[in-house]
């Protein structure tokens, strides 16, 4: 037992005195442990790598290590292009940035990671909301109308807000799969009805706005930029408090863990000038998303 | 502070936004290239790089993929084989007419085996509703007995379909309607 508590205390004196670009490094190489989506080729190096990463310091922090990593994230992208999620792609850009970061003399690694946390943070927002745009389905709350009526992960949130019953939900999963299998049929249908309740095109358009409002606000407070005041205590704050209130909020409508610890990550980086309250937050978030995912709350 | 050492702050500033820009130049290149191919080709915006996910309901796994066997001149729907789920899948995201004719030769290479009259397992949930379109049913396998002959496939379709919904706001409902995006039919080496 004192055996356990001492190992333990020394882990966490340990991480606490690591370098914050160093213990950036390992938390990018858990994330790849667990989250990142390789074809079998590729997977025997990059545990490899990782286990390597993990326990040498003097590994993680050694650009050719991260260029070696970008190679086969790239590779596993390279071989599986359409079907991979995106927080796959930007696992590499992570990766890609560690070895930017590494490349270079000590005493600038901090603000090269902070920066090149910040602009990729911003730039992901900006695209999803550029996608979001100019998609006629989004704007209008179609998307989240269609996902509250059919979507597993947002049934609860439709029976509670929007006031549908199990029974419809039930009825709209028999239609889905109507619609999937009556070629089968000797009718086979172009189209089915989905059934629904008059809370759920409210309820959808504020999911909607909200979604995006967010995102476009987060790409602007990372992408705000220097000479303009990017670096006051107040837009940080308010960089960082917007993305932990997302990652937090959106679990739920989005539950994929590895591309909230992707964004965590990024958030972390950001930190990396100065200590900060919202190092621990990021570390506790991250493990609050694991315990989500497995006891699976909504 | 000597403007030598202004000089040199400005220099490592702007070497600094350099370094730290390269990831986000590779992710605007990738998002640009997703970007114009999902607006020119079947791509879903889901995929591909540009962080177009949850911007439509033309997700990947959303579109439908139908099969049909041409047997003795007619087509016959046949259910996907769980072997080629994978296959499925990969092409969901982005079914081309090559990557379906591809899929689809890989289909019509196979050995099918008209079934005893069993219902696909698929259909069973709605098969109080509507009837089998037809008596006869195809499977994907290695003939077992005697009486199992492999079937002479004379050519494979494939299709895929992306949802399209409506809402209706009388009813807080809507119409989700698949609408054909792709539609490939292969004949086999024994038609040619």
């Given at each position: 037992?004192?055996?356990?508590?001492?190992?333990?205390?020394?882990?966490?004196?340990?991480?606490?005195?690591?370098?914050?670009?160093?213990?950036?490094?390992?938390?990018?190489?858990?994330?790849?442990?667990?989250?990142?989506?390789?074809?079998?080729?590729?997977?025997?190096?990059?545990?490899?790598?990782?286990?390597?990463?993990?326990?040498?310091?003097?590994?993680?922090?050694?650009?050719?290590?991260?260029?070696?990593?970008?190679?086969?994230?790239?590779?596993?992208?390279?071989?599986?292009?359409?079907?991979?999620?995106?927080?796959?792609?930007?696992?590499?850009?992570?990766?890609?940035?560690?070895?930017?970061?590494?490349?270079?003399?000590?005493?600038?690694?901090?603000?090269?990671?902070?920066?090149?946390?910040?602009?990729?943070?911003?730039?992901?927002?900006?695209?999803?909301?550029?996608?979001?745009?100019?998609?006629?389905?989004?704007?209008?709350?179609?998307?989240?109308?269609?996902?509250?009526?059919?979507?597993?992960?947002?049934?609860?949130?439709?029976?509670?807000?929007?006031?549908?019953?199990?029974?419809?939900?039930?009825?709209?999963?028999?239609?889905?799969?109507?619609?999937?299998?009556?070629?089968?049929?000797?009718?086979?249908?172009?189209?089915?009805?989905?059934?629904?309740?008059?809370?759920?095109?409210?309820?959808?358009?504020?999911?909607?706005?909200?979604?995006?409002?967010?995102?476009?606000?987060?790409?602007?407070?990372?992408?705000?930029?220097?000479?303009?005041?990017?670096?006051?205590?107040?837009?940080?704050?308010?960089?960082?408090?917007?993305?932990?209130?997302?990652?937090?909020?959106?679990?739920?409508?989005?539950?994929?863990?590895?591309?909230?610890?992707?964004?965590?990550?990024?958030?972390?980086?950001?930190?990396?000038?100065?200590?900060?309250?919202?190092?621990?937050?990021?570390?506790?978030?991250?493990?609050?998303?694991?315990?989500?995912?497995?006891?699976?709350?909504? | 502070?000597?403007?030598?050492?202004?000089?040199k702050s400005v220099h490592h500033g702007s070497s600094t936004l350099l370094v730290a820009s390269i990831p986000t130049?590779?992710?605007?290149?990738?998002?640009?290239?997703?970007?114009?191919?999902?607006?020119?080709?079947?791509?879903?915006?889901?995929?591909?790089?540009?962080?177009?996910?949850?911007?439509?309901?033309?997700?990947?796994?959303?579109?439908?993929?139908?099969?049909?066997?041409?047997?003795?001149?007619?087509?016959?729907?046949?259910?996907?084989?769980?072997?080629?789920?994978?296959?499925?899948?990969?092409?969901?995201?982005?079914?081309?007419?090559?990557?379906?004719?591809?899929?689809?030769?890989?289909?019509?290479?196979?050995?099918?085996?008209?079934?005893?009259?069993?219902?696909a397992p698929s259909l069973i949930p709605i098969a109080h509703t509507t009837e089998p379109k037809s008596d006869r049913?195809?499977?994907?396998?290695?003939?077992?007995?005697?009486?199992?002959?492999?079937?002479?496939?004379?050519?494979?379709?494939?299709?895929?379909?992306?949802?399209?919904?409506?809402?209706?706001?009388?009813?807080?409902?809507?119409?989700?309607?698949?609408?054909?995006?792709?539609?490939?039919?292969?004949?086999?080496?024994?038609?040619?």
């Amino acid at each position: 037992m004192n055996w356990t508590l001492s190992n333990a205390r020394r882990i966490v004196d340990g991480s606490r005195n690591m370098p914050v670009v160093s213990l950036v490094a390992v938390m990018m190489l858990v994330l790849i442990l667990l989250w990142a989506n390789l074809t079998w080729i590729i997977i025997a190096p990059i545990q490899v790598l990782v286990v390597a990463g993990l326990l040498f310091e003097k590994i993680r922090t050694d650009p050719r290590f991260w260029c070696v990593m970008t190679a086969l994230l790239a590779g596993a992208i390279y071989w599986d292009w359409y079907p991979l999620d995106n927080h796959q792609y930007l696992f590499v850009y992570l990766s890609l940035a560690l070895f930017c970061v590494f490349h270079l003399p000590e005493q600038r690694r901090k603000k090269v990671l902070a920066l090149s946390g910040r602009i990729l943070l911003g730039a992901v927002m900006a695209a999803a909301v550029i996608w979001k745009a100019v998609t006629p389905d989004y704007l209008d709350g179609t998307f989240f109308h269609h996902a509250l009526l059919t979507h597993p992960h947002l049934q609860n949130i439709a029976i509670a807000l929007g006031g549908i019953s199990p029974e419809i939900i039930n009825t709209n999963e028999e239609q889905l799969h109507l619609l999937h299998f009556s070629y089968l049929t000797s009718v086979p249908v172009e189209s089915v009805t989905l059934q629904g309740a008059s809370r759920i095109a409210p309820l959808a358009l504020f999911i909607t706005w909200w979604t995006i409002g967010v995102e476009a606000l987060l790409a602007v407070l990372f992408l705000w930029p220097r000479r303009l005041g990017g670096d006051h205590r107040f837009v940080f704050l308010a960089r960082h408090i917007t993305l932990i209130l997302f990652i937090t909020a959106i679990y739920p409508l989005a539950p994929v863990i590895g591309f909230g610890w992707a964004l965590i990550i990024l958030g972390f980086a950001n930190c990396a000038e100065k200590p900060t309250i919202f190092r621990p937050i990021y570390i506790a978030l991250m493990l609050f998303l694991l315990f989500a995912g497995y006891v699976n709350f909504v | 502070m000597t403007s030598e050492e202004i000089d040199k702050s400005v220099h490592h500033g702007s070497s600094t936004l350099l370094v730290a820009s390269i990831p986000t130049v590779l992710l605007i290149v990738i998002a640009l290239v997703q970007f114009t191919t999902a607006h020119t080709t079947v791509l879903t915006p889901w995929k591909g790089g540009g962080f177009g996910m949850f911007s439509t309901v033309d997700v990947d796994t959303a579109r439908i993929v139908t099969l049909h066997l041409k047997v003795e001149g007619t087509e016959y729907p046949v259910e996907m084989p769980r072997d080629f789920s994978s296959d499925v899948e990969s092409l969901r995201p982005m079914p081309t007419a090559a990557r379906t004719e591809r899929l689809a030769h890989r289909l019509a290479a196979r050995q099918w085996v008209e079934a005893d009259g069993h219902l696909a397992p698929s259909l069973i949930p709605i098969a109080h509703t509507t009837e089998p379109k037809s008596d006869r049913h195809w499977v994907l396998k290695q003939p077992l007995h005697d009486d199992e002959r492999i079937a002479e496939i004379e050519g494979v379709r494939l299709q895929v379909w992306a949802p399209r919904f409506i809402v209706d706001d009388e009813t807080g409902g809507g119409q989700l309607y698949r609408d054909e995006i792709q539609n490939v039919f292969v004949a086999t080496s024994a038609e040619d």
